[in-house]
């Protein structure tokens, strides 16, 4: 039998997950700043395989309108530069020396627009989580037995408070991400 200490750890825990999601979903839009996490999804023919980009090569962003890729085998350079290129990320590599430079272009206002979108969704998906961690915990409460109803009330207002804070989160993340997304 679950206790009310244990519904509300069980949706702090779902709530944690959703603002987790939303993060991590972040990390996958563009902004005007470079994220070595922009070329995760960019697969590298080497060794007579498709392998991840960060397999065969580390990549840094010294600056914030470009990316640093060091290849581990300076063999696979003409490799890695093509892959990047060839990604359909919209990126312009060039090869200086054992590095590849991957500047990234400036984004016009019509896209900047389509990503604050992509946000807004993101955004939209972690408040649908937030408020399903709240309906399942509401659910458990009132299966529960042996509990007065003042002590259900009082959850269900710590419930209310938790839902709250964890929106607020998520909405903070959100207007954090437009202002660097608007950024020119």
């Known amino acids: 039998?679950?206790?009310?200490?244990?519904?509300?750890?069980?949706?702090?825990?779902?709530?944690?997950?959703?603002?987790?999601?939303v993060k991590r979903e972040f990390t996958s839009v563009r902004s005007g700043k470079a994220a070595p996490s922009m070329l995760d999804a960019v697969k590298v023919e080497a060794y007579g395989a498709l392998v991840s980009l960060n397999q065969v090569a580390s990549v840094?962003?010294?600056?914030?309108?470009?990316?640093?890729?060091t290849p581990f085998d300076k063999g696979q350079i003409r490799a890695i530069e093509k892959a990047i290129r060839e990604s359909g990320l919209?990126?312009?590599?060039?090869?200086q020396g054992t590095v590849i430079r991957v500047p990234l272009p400036a984004?016009?206002?019509?896209?900047?627009?389509?990503?604050?979108?992509?946000?807004?969704?993101?955004?939209e998906e972690g408040h649908i989580a937030v408020r399903h961690g709240r309906t399942h915990a509401r659910e458990q409460?009132?299966?529960?037995?042996?509990?007065?109803e003042d002590d259900v009330k009082h959850?269900?207002?710590?419930?209310?408070?938790?839902?709250?804070?964890?929106?607020h989160k998520i909405?903070?993340?959100?207007?954090a991400k437009e202002a660097e997304i608007m950024e020119v």
């Open 141 to 148: 409460l009132k299966k529960l037995d042996g509990v007065s």
């Open 90 to 95: 919209g990126f312009d590599p060039a090869i």
């Open 155 to 167: 959850a269900e207002k710590e419930l209310q408070k938790m839902h709250d804070d964890y929106i």
């Open 1 to 21: 039998m679950n206790s009310i200490a244990d519904i509300l750890k069980d949706c702090r825990a779902h709530m944690e997950k959703g603002v987790e999601a």
């Open 107 to 123: 984004m016009n206002e019509q896209r900047r627009k389509e990503l604050v979108k992509i946000v807004h969704k993101f955004v």
């Open 171 to 175: 909405d903070a993340l959100s207007k």
């Open 60 to 69: 840094n962003a010294p600056e914030p309108r470009a990316l640093i890729v």
